[in-house]
């Protein structure tokens, strides 16, 4: 039997006047899994694969403060 669990890191990262601020996706291994718009949350998300995340994703995307990082294992995974 074998314990499968989930686990990603969560990064918020403020752009400049040229690029916007995004977040990255990363997986254990820290491998980048999404990276998409601060604004466009729901779509980066279903665009990489991660859209049965989505609820809890946003909920903390809009907590997390620029800079930090959020490890983050889904309530199913």
Known sequence: MFLFCIV???LKIKGTKIIPDFIQIRDEKMTLR???RVS???????KNNLKQYTEELT???????????H???????
């Open 8 to 10: 990603f890191y969560i």
């Open 71 to 77: 490890k983050y294992i889904p309530k199913n995974g």
């Open 59 to 69: 909920k903390i995307i809009e907590k997390l403060p620029f800079g930090k990082i």
């Open 34 to 36: 999404a990276y998409f």
């Open 40 to 46: 466009q949350i729901e779509r980066g998300l279903e």
